[in-house]
């Protein structure tokens, strides 16, 4: 689990070929609420962010969700190398 200033980045599992990781983007309080998804984009190669109806953003959480991302994607390219 990632914490950052508003927001969690909670994984919770892989993808059904098991290759990429699953992540909720979640509120950073008690009662959490779901915000969205990151998950592994076949087409655009990397990792994505899908918000759930309704959700609102400001740009830390923006620039969090981004760095995250980015992140993810760095490292599972690194893992097709050593693969």
């Known amino acids: 689990m990632t914490d950052m200033k508003w927001i969690k980045i909670i994984e919770t599992g892989t993808s059904k070929t098991g290759k990429t990781k699953i992540f909720e983007v ?17 087409p655009w190669r990397k990792y994505i962010f899908q ?18 991302i980015k992140e993810q994607t760095k490292q599972h390219k690194k893992s097709w190398i050593h693969a």
């Open 26 to 42: 979640v509120t950073n309080e008690e009662k959490m609420q779901i915000l969205g998804y990151i998950t592994w984009d076949g």
């Open 51 to 68: 918000t759930v109806a309704n959700t609102k953003f400001e740009e830390i959480c923006m620039y969090d969700i981004a760095d995250f």
